[in-house]
């Protein structure tokens, strides 16, 4: 097998030094072989790309989520931070990947994220921004943004989905 694949296998197969070994010690014992049995290596192989595509999604996705909360609703870093019970500082910081996203807040990312696809996908996407810092009746008389920014982004997709499907 090529050096360029093993390296990339290595580099695959995980930061904790003791799945590393483990995998290490597997591949050895698979390549160690006179007659190296292909499907054990290839599903190892797979196996370790899997895991690095899973680590990729685990740290991109949530910073994908919050460029795109930034960028669709127009808000701020002290914004973000503020709904993710932050400060707008540690929020810039998770964005550009200089600080590790602890795993509450991935999750509460990923929530954010389904909202405000199923936001964009009911009003355009230009007049999203807008829409959502006007007051209106079905918010209380309060904004759709106040209620975003205090965590309430599914109650605020229901209650557009409900007053649009009576329009429509």
Avoid: C
Wanted: charged fraction near 35%.
């Amino acid at each position: 097998m090529p050096d360029l694949l093993r390296n990339a296998w290595g580099d695959a197969v995980g930061r904790t030094a003791t799945r590393a070994a483990e995998r290490r010690a597997r591949w050895r014992a698979v390549t160690a072989t006179p007659d190296p049995d292909a499907d054990a290596r290839a599903l190892l192989y797979l196996e370790a790309i899997s895991e690095w595509l899973g680590r990729r999604d685990h740290t991109e996705r949530p910073k994908a989520a919050l460029r795109a909360l930034r960028a669709h609703l127009a808000l701020s870093y002290d914004d973000v931070g503020r709904m993710l019970g932050t400060s707008g500082e540690t929020a810039r910081r998770w964005e550009l990947g200089k600080v590790t996203i602890p795993q509450d807040r991935r999750a509460q990312l990923s929530r954010l994220d389904d909202g405000l696809a199923r936001l964009r996908g009911m009003l355009l996407s230009s007049r999203l921004s807008e829409a959502i810092r006007r007051p209106a009746e079905i918010f209380d008389g309060e904004r759709a943004l106040d209620w975003i920014l205090r965590g309430k982004i599914a109650d605020v997709v229901r209650r557009y989905d409900m007053a649009l499907a009576y329009q429509g």
